[in-house]
């Protein structure tokens, strides 16, 4: 009969959870692969690329993969996790550490992407992030009360320091920097003093020499251009190709799939870094306002979630999930205004990409879990 009741008990506890699922948030995030869909589609129209074709089927393939995952991640019980914080940990190590060494790719010398079977390319640095973060939200949250001594948050830094520089040496700079970005969100959210913060940044300005040395050529000549557009205009091709896009989009945009410069191919990458000046150039400034409302709804919905959570290490995750997507969405857009350094981070959930929108969907369940354990269930 023991047995029996706690059968009955956990399946009703399973009921009670999905009653508290964010079902707006699933609906921002299927807009928001909807629309990502659309343009990769109308960006890849009569290309001449054969890796290009069926582009908008395989998303479409990864989003109900990701959405099945994202649904598994939700009924599992986020908690778990925090136990086993220090495999995930090692997971991510080992994975950046094979990727150094059987990495493929054409930027830098080494790879960033594992093929599997000759069809399936992934880049463990994406699911780095989601393992960084359920690792890292563990680490914070047993020493909560302790993070306003200093070598608690020293510690901390060389705890999400360690993957970020086995990616910068892929060399991938941007995404190591999304490590250190997440780690500054979750790191305000336990309370850390603003003078170790400060700490840390001066150690990080005087650290950028040896940063710059340490940076492959490519990364070096993308600052520069930034900094100085004159001093290399072929360097600048494509954001001059983005800004036309933009511009020319107006106030309802040129019409899906009659873009000048994504149809015309002017403008290269478009499918992938450069989503947002195909929306922009297709549906106008309204289009490209409705991505961004949609991102700052979502953004909304996760710091409500996090609100919510019943402890500090659900907090902690969907804060980090939070960082992650918003990082990543301000440089994207910021590089496509030509306000940033090209830095090859995708638009989350919109631009083309197995990895991203696979590993991205997997934070959002993992925000599901939380709100959907955010009361204790009584009998």
Do not use: C
């Given at each position: 009969?023991?047995?029996?009741?706690?059968?009955?008990?956990?399946?009703?506890?399973?009921?009670?959870?999905?009653?508290?699922?964010?079902?707006?948030?699933?609906?921002?995030?299927?807009?928001?692969?909807?629309?990502?869909?659309?343009?990769?589609?109308?960006?890849?129209?009569?290309?001449?690329?054969?890796?290009?074709?069926?582009?908008?089927?395989?998303?479409?393939?990864?989003?109900?993969?990701?959405?099945?995952?994202?649904?598994?991640?939700?009924?599992?019980?986020?908690?778990?996790?925090?136990?086993?914080r220090h495999g995930l940990y090692g997971?991510?190590?080992?994975?950046?550490?094979?990727?150094?060494?059987?990495?493929?790719?054409?930027?830098?010398?080494?790879?960033?992407?594992?093929?599997?079977?000759?069809?399936?390319?992934?880049?463990?640095?994406?699911?780095?992030?989601?393992?960084?973060?359920?690792?890292?939200?563990?680490?914070?949250?047993?020493?909560?009360?302790?993070?306003?001594?200093?070598?608690?948050?020293?510690?901390?830094?060389?705890?999400?320091?360690?993957?970020?520089?086995?990616?910068?040496?892929?060399?991938?700079?941007?995404?190591?920097?999304?490590?250190?970005?997440i780690w500054l969100g979750m790191m305000?959210?336990?309370?850390?003093?603003?003078?170790?913060?400060?700490?840390?940044?001066?150690?990080?300005?005087?650290?950028?020499?040896?940063?710059?040395?340490?940076?492959?050529?490519?990364?070096?000549?993308?600052?520069?251009?930034?900094?100085?557009?004159?001093?290399?205009?072929?360097?600048?091709?494509?954001?001059?190709?983005?800004?036309?896009?933009?511009?020319?989009?107006?106030?309802?945009?040129?019409?899906?799939?009659?873009?000048?410069?994504?149809?015309?191919?002017?403008?290269?990458?478009?499918?992938?870094?450069?989503?947002?000046?195909?929306?922009?150039?297709?549906?106008?400034?309204?289009?490209?306002?409705?991505?961004?409302?949609?991102?700052?709804?979502?953004?909304?919905?996760?710091?409500?979630?996090?609100?919510?959570?019943?402890?500090?290490?659900?907090?902690?995750?969907?804060?980090?999930?939070?960082?992650?997507?918003?990082?990543?969405?301000?440089?994207?857009?910021?590089?496509?205004?030509?306000?940033?350094?090209?830095?090859?981070?995708?638009?989350?959930?919109?631009?083309?990409?197995?990895?991203?929108?696979?590993?991205?969907?997997?934070?959002?369940?993992?925000?599901?879990?939380?709100?959907?354990?955010?009361?204790?269930?009584?009998?």
């Amino acid at each position: 009969m023991a047995i029996l009741r706690n059968t009955y008990q956990t399946a009703d506890m399973r009921r009670s959870g999905w009653r508290f699922f964010d079902y707006f948030t699933l609906i921002l995030v299927i807009a928001l692969i909807t629309l990502g869909v659309l343009m990769i589609n109308s960006a890849t129209l009569n290309s001449t690329d054969p890796d290009l074709a069926g582009a908008a089927r395989r998303q479409t393939i990864y989003a109900v993969v990701g959405i099945a995952i994202m649904l598994v991640t939700a009924t599992i019980d986020y908690r778990i996790w925090q136990n086993a914080r220090h495999g995930l940990y090692g997971a991510a190590i080992v994975f950046l550490l094979i990727t150094l060494v059987f990495g493929t790719g054409e930027i830098g010398g080494v790879g960033r992407w594992l093929t599997f079977l000759e069809a399936f390319p992934v880049q463990p640095a994406e699911l780095a992030k989601v393992l960084m973060i359920l690792s890292l939200a563990g680490f914070l949250a047993d020493r909560r009360d302790e993070m306003d001594q200093f070598k608690n948050v020293a510690l901390s830094l060389v705890y999400i320091g360690i993957p970020a520089g086995l990616i910068f040496l892929q060399p991938n700079l941007s995404t190591a920097v999304v490590f250190i970005f997440i780690w500054l969100g979750m790191m305000i959210t336990t309370g850390v003093k603003a003078r170790h913060l400060a700490i840390i940044g001066g150690l990080g300005i005087a650290a950028m020499p040896i940063v710059w040395l340490a940076m492959a050529q490519y990364q070096r000549d993308r600052l520069l251009a930034f900094l100085n557009p004159d001093r290399n205009p072929a360097a600048k091709y494509n954001l001059d190709q983005a800004l036309i896009g933009i511009g020319s989009g107006g106030w309802l945009g040129q019409g899906y799939s009659t873009g000048t410069q994504s149809q015309l191919h002017f403008l290269k990458v478009r499918h992938t870094d450069f989503i947002f000046s195909v929306t922009a150039e297709e549906l106008g400034f309204v289009g490209a306002v409705l991505l961004l409302v949609l991102f700052g709804l979502l953004l909304y919905r996760l710091l409500r979630i996090a609100d919510k959570s019943r402890d500090a290490y659900g907090e902690l995750i969907v804060v980090g999930v939070a960082a992650m997507i918003f990082f990543q969405t301000v440089i994207n857009i910021a590089m496509n205004l030509n306000m940033g350094v090209v830095a090859g981070l995708p638009l989350p959930m919109v631009s083309y990409g197995g990895s991203s929108l696979i590993t991205m969907l997997l934070a959002i369940g993992l925000a599901q879990s939380v709100i959907m354990r955010h009361k204790t269930i009584e009998f």
